[in-house]
């Protein structure tokens, strides 16, 4: 992972160490945001990574929608079938 991909990823290893035992497991995505976002820094790179992360965070609230959202190139049969192309 790139130094600013690095950096850009300490406050989210940071809420998983601190923050998220104390919350409990509440995503409504699998992989949890958290884990997204990791790996959308290290496939992607920080630019892309970071849209990629702050797209995902946006899109997880009450009215979002749940369930199986890789990150783009992860898995490219999900991507082929539902038409992922961030």
Known sequence: MRFLA???ALPVRG????????????CRYQPTCSAYALEALERHGPLKG????L???????????SGYDPVPGADPEHDRCCGHDH
Request: hydrophobic fraction near 45%; proline fraction near 7%; include cysteine.
């Open 6 to 8: 690095r950096l850009i």
């Open 15 to 26: 809420y998983r160490l601190l923050f998220s035992p104390w919350v409990g497991f509440n």
């Open 50 to 53: 970071t849209y990629l992360m």
């Open 55 to 65: 797209r995902r965070i946006a899109r997880c609230h009450p009215f979002g929608s």
